[in-house]
């Protein structure tokens, strides 16, 4: 079932995510005449509009997963297969890296740059960790009782995730990787980018272990109590 | 059926309600250049998106009360028992505390603080009165007519409540006993706490006269005159 | 079936409306420094977003009108008699003034005051006009094809039209008047409050007329064409 | 089945549509004390919610086009004849001036302008063939899928494309060609128009092939697959 058209879902759809991030960064930066809490409420706004307008268009084509770590969760739940997680992976990663190159294009920036942005260290990865817990308990619970409302839902979270964060949420390791190529308001230099992926993997793995204790435990207690 | 997973899932969603609004105040503080307006605008955004998308997440597990004012009132409606009440209570309470210590350890600051910000006298009190008067209302009876919008109502009631009202609208115990323990933005000092808990006591306590006067005289006329 | 639980659905959905437009007009001017599009931000924000929550809390109850045009309309359609329908307004315009009332008093302001705040001309009527035009005709179409989504339609007319008219769209009698008594951000100059009424109503008309003729018009091709 | 309504509809339609984008624009400028971020904003919520509201209030009667982009790939699909198409494109366009016309009366301008607001050169025209691929790509996509959720799709992915693309995303042509009649915030000078309107038919063109594609090679793989 998960087809060549499932792939070009996730390489498009996560190319307009992060043309989304990186070109409403630069255009938020480069209006808001010093103000960046203006630029981040720009920010804010577009990214989390473009994750239901994105999530509604290609979830019924590939899941819109456009994160490694929603992929990697699907395959530990084995409802998608080690062949087609890897697929779904290149195709993240890559679509993330056009997305920045269309971003760029569209400001008359270099296609690629190297970010110079820091954000490092543990109050940043325990950052990343909460962020991508979140997201994740976010929508494995939607997804399992509500699937329409998870466009919804995931751009509500990030939206608030954008803002409650030290790190702004990046929560996701395709983007990421793509953020490190872009100097502009919403980079993060090459070498931070191991201390995010590991938090980001942490956070998601201890989603992972909560919904899993959420749904077994329920069950049981439904035997020896109801 | 109240389980360990519906205590877990109250304790985690308040958790993560917390960390929204003292995390986005925060930020909201930090990035907006001394524009209070800008960086109230940044801790609505992020509060009222937060409230959408965990209450659609965890609404299936536990209700999603977060808040005391609504658990009390599932027990005056005989919904829910006194023990697991008190239960709900202590595991919002908890939550609200560890949502705080998250926040001020992505943001580096001390994991809890005792707030100065002086939030008191009869003008902070009725805006608490209104605030949750308005909640609980639009609460029972969205809940009641169309269960499924609750998360978009309330994540839109608070969005309002946090402009409309003088003390920014807390709305919820747990939440004001959290908030005396960070001395950022959304702080109150703890003396002041008192005052608010009566107040937003007295304003669900009208909301639920309002409420069941709305549901009971409505079937007697029913009775009389169709 | 209209009873005395509608008109105070009416009177409190109508009060909290108006504590939100003159309560978080308040709290933006104060805290916007200055930055008067800010403030409207803010004041925009909380007014879509009360709208969405209090449209969806008293629909049920009793259609959540909150606005004479609205009922005036619904008793031109002869959904609704005059004797119910002037209880409405009534209902609607002390709920009116009541909210603005609970937004002074959370603000340490007299009760009522004399608005000062000139709003006047033909631009200005020409706004209202076009204001209430939209606003019934959003309602009349969404309300007979898809009921559930009048609270989203509504809340987020009224969120663009604060800022595409020069008035900022007050498009409600009651809200007209009760404005009337708050000299504040929101507030307009009781000596300009008949010119709005009548463009208002002249908007109104135009949208009850517009509607007719699409739904008249429409079955009578189906029958000579189909 | 294509009717007089129809045709009003979509006359009716845009030109409130072009009300918002141009309304909001003078109306963020004038009051952002030149913060253009902070205009931006304002006009970027207005044209988000006008949307929603829109869509939602005239999809039923002609389908809600409001866009040349989207009629001329309904011919292309055989879902309007090519008479129906042209009438509509007429009512889009007339439309879309009488919109603006609107907007300038509330604002005491003249009835029309000339643009003086330069947008041209190779990143602006990216920007709009991304800008367009990208609305219709939502637009087809969750038509087919989900078509109670367009509304807020698009007002979703246009509040994203204001601020990812250089251009603040037109995506219209019929609005692009409204847009040169004003010199304010929102304008285009007419020598800058036809690069705008071949950037949106080759974007949209690519949309329209990527939909097919994605359509017609999926059932495919299903035969010979699964």
Same mark, same amino acid.
């Given at each position: 079932?998960?087809?060549?058209?499932?792939?070009?879902?996730e390489?498009?759809?996560?190319?307009?995510?992060?043309?989304?991030?990186v070109?409403?960064?630069?255009?938020?930066?480069?209006?808001?005449?010093?103000?960046?809490?203006?630029?981040l409420l720009?920010?804010?706004?577009?990214?989390?509009?473009?994750?239901?307008?994105?999530?509604?268009?290609?979830?019924?084509?590939s899941?819109?997963?456009?994160?490694?770590?929603?992929?990697?969760?699907?395959?530990? $739940?084995?409802?998608?297969?080690? @062949?087609?997680?890897?697929?779904? /992976?290149? !195709? %993240?990663?890559? *679509?993330a890296?056009?997305?920045?190159?269309?971003?760029?294009?569209m400001?008359?920036?270099?296609?690629?740059?190297?970010?110079?942005h820091?954000?490092?260290?543990?109050?940043?990865?325990w950052?990343?960790?909460?962020a991508?817990?979140?997201?994740?308990?976010?929508?494995?619970?939607?997804?399992?009782?509500?699937?329409?409302?998870?466009?919804?839902?995931?751009?509500?979270?990030?939206?608030?995730?954008?803002?409650?964060?030290?790190?702004?949420?990046?929560?996701?390791?395709?983007?990421?990787?793509?953020?490190?190529?872009?100097d502009? $308001?919403?980079?993060?230099?090459? @070498?931070?980018?191991?201390?995010? /992926?590991? !938090? %980001?993997?942490? *956070?998601?793995?201890?989603?992972?272990?909560?919904?899993?204790?959420?749904?077994?435990d329920?069950?049981?207690?439904?035997?020896?109590h109801?």
């Amino acid at each position: 079932m998960r087809s060549r058209q499932a792939l070009a879902s996730e390489f498009i759809g996560t190319a307009m995510l992060l043309a989304t991030v990186v070109g409403s960064g630069i255009m938020g930066e480069r209006l808001a005449g010093g103000n960046v809490a203006v630029a981040l409420l720009a920010n804010t706004l577009a990214t989390g509009a473009a994750l239901i307008a994105l999530i509604a268009t290609f979830g019924p084509r590939s899941g819109a997963h456009f994160n490694p770590l929603v992929t990697l969760i699907e395959v530990a $739940f084995k409802r998608l297969g080690w @062949a087609t997680a890897c697929a779904y /992976l290149v !195709a %993240q990663v890559l *679509g993330a890296i056009a997305g920045v190159m269309a971003a760029h294009t569209m400001f008359e920036l270099p296609l690629l740059m190297q970010s110079t942005h820091v954000r490092t260290g543990p109050h940043q990865w325990w950052s990343e960790a909460v962020a991508s817990f979140g997201l994740l308990t976010v929508i494995l619970n939607v997804a399992k009782t509500r699937p329409d409302f998870v466009p919804v839902a995931v751009g509500s979270y990030i939206t608030a995730a954008y803002w409650f964060t030290a790190s702004t949420s990046f929560a996701n390791p395709a983007v990421t990787i793509a953020r490190s190529l872009t100097d502009t $308001f919403s980079g993060i230099q090459p @070498a931070d980018v191991p201390g995010f /992926l590991l !938090a %980001q993997f942490a *956070g998601a793995a201890l989603a992972f272990a909560l919904f899993t204790w959420l749904e077994t435990d329920h069950s049981k207690q439904h035997e020896n109590h109801v």
